[in-house]
């Protein structure tokens, strides 16, 4: 009986101290096992106590009452299937008639609380099937990604959800975006996450950096072209609009639109081009948007005029040539001039890390979803990397990108060098670096001699 105290005992103290240290050995040692059991044992009530239940149907009603036996109690929807994964459990639950998938999400935080979760987030999957993913410890709190993602052409995974789920930025479905934040609020980190996660991968890179370069610069060896100030960018800007016609005129004389070629395979876009004349694709990544659109004379503003126009058109033309916008920004409003509505028009996905005030999160969301604004603007300043994702269809997630630091970002940059492409419009504007060091390092140096 000592023994199995003592036993008890150095369970109960290594639960509390991973815990409260580490929340996610926790839950796959102890706290997965406790949900799912709680999940099960408190489910019916649960649900009865939220409002989640029908009453009897009246045929249930009448065999009751012919059999002379006790009547039904209301039901609450059936689970189909529980699954742990590593950050919580995902129930799968399949609607009573007369139930709607909206009662479910109102009823997210009273759920949340009587099954003892983190967070409790819903989705409708089709009619009459809901999915709850509860997570069982503050995910975003220590990001970590997990070892396995779903890395396709052109999907690239940048952040942690809150719901324990992988934020992806997938080019081919969200072609353009805008990511806003303050100072220190975690915009950078995210921008290395993306450059980082499309080094492997077969693409152009094209930055814009009028911060002398200090951002992206670090990263050149792994860019096709890079400009440091507006002069340069106009003129790199102005390059791409040409590789974009010539681009087309590809695609006009590869569409195969004969009438024995089936609908499927007529070319419209360079992922319907055969390999081997697809051209690469480019993702331009403008670190500080706002450095572009101001001007302080008559000169400045017609460079700033050549600089939105050559944006809009290859924001509203680029998508089936290749080419994707990242543009980057504290501020992204009708205040920078003429044309930038229109630009921030055709940019389908926002992020918004944490903003200095209302209006600054209104321009990321506030024609998507008032309640992404109001998410924005609760980000609190000191977790750097939060910010709210959403898109044009309403949708808004809670994310966190994982800590790169810009060495880590250089090493993988330097490591896919070779996978640069060197794309004949952009060479002007390939950036000259010394070649990388050898990796014969002597291990002492030679003492001179002395007399």
């Known amino acids: 009986m000592t023994w199995f105290t ?3 005992m150095l369970v109960v103290v290594t639960a509390g101290l991973l815990r409260w240290r580490r929340p996610a050995w926790y839950w796959m040692t ?14 019916g009530s649960v649900m009865d106590a939220c409002g989640l239940t029908v ?13 002379n036996r006790p009547m039904p109690e209301s039901r609450p929807p059936r689970i189909l299937w529980l699954r742990p994964t590593r950050t919580g459990l995902v129930l799968r639950l ?15 935080d009273r759920l949340r609380h009587s099954f003892s979760m983190y967070g409790v987030s819903s989705r409708e999957l089709r009619s009459g099937v809901v999915e709850l993913r509860m997570t069982g410890y503050d995910v975003l709190k220590r990001v970590q990604m997990p070892a396995k993602t779903d890395v396709r052409p052109m999907r690239v995974p940048v952040a942690l959800r809150e719901d324990g789920s992988v934020h992806y930025r997938d080019y081919r479905a969200i072609p353009h975006a805008l990511t806003l934040g303050a100072t220190e609020s975690g915009k950078s980190v995210y921008q290395r996450n993306l450059v980082a996660g499309l080094a492997p991968m077969d693409v152009a890179l094209v930055g814009i950096d009028c911060k002398q370069g200090v951002e992206l610069f670090p990263l050149a060896r792994r860019f096709s072209a890079l400009a440091d100030n507006p002069n340069t960018a106009a003129e790199l800007l102005d390059a791409l609009v040409t590789h974009m016609e010539g681009v087309y005129q590809l695609i006009r004389a590869e569409q195969r639109i004969t009438s024995d070629v089936p609908d499927a395979k007529i070319a419209s876009d360079i992922w319907d081009l055969p390999e081997h004349l697809r051209p690469v694709p480019i993702v331009i990544l403008v670190d500080e948007v706002a450095e572009l659109a101001l001007f302080a004379n008559k000169e400045e503003e017609k460079r700033r005029d050549r600089i939105i126009t050559a944006l809009a058109r290859l924001a509203q033309l680029g998508r089936a040539s290749g080419i994707y916008l990242e543009i980057c920004g504290q501020r992204f409003g009708s205040e920078l001039g003429k044309g930038i509505t229109m630009l921030r028009a055709q940019l389908t996905g926002r992020t918004a890390h944490r903003v200095n005030d209302e209006s600054s999160a209104n321009m990321a969301f506030g024609d998507i979803s008032p ?33 790169t630091s810009l060495r880590q970002a250089v090493n993988i940059c330097n490591r896919y060098a070779d996978r640069t492409p060197d794309l004949p419009e952009l060479a002007p504007f390939r950036p000259a670096l010394p070649a990388l060091p050898s990796a014969a390092v002597p291990l002492s140096k030679t003492a001179p001699a002395t007399a």
């Open 6 to 8: 003592v036993a008890l």
């Open 371 to 403: 309640d992404a604004v109001l998410a924005a603007i609760q980000i609190p300043a000191e977790m750097r990397g939060v910010a709210i994702a959403g898109d044009s269809t309403g949708g808004w997630h809670r994310i966190r990108a994982a800590h």
């Open 30 to 43: 102890f706290g997965v096992t406790l949900a799912v059991a709680r999940v099960l044992v408190r489910y």
């Open 94 to 108: 399949k609607l009573r008639p007369g139930q709607d998938a909206f009662d479910v999400a109102a009823a997210s």
């Open 55 to 67: 009453p009897p149907s009246r045929w249930r009603l009448t065999l009751a009452r012919l059999a």
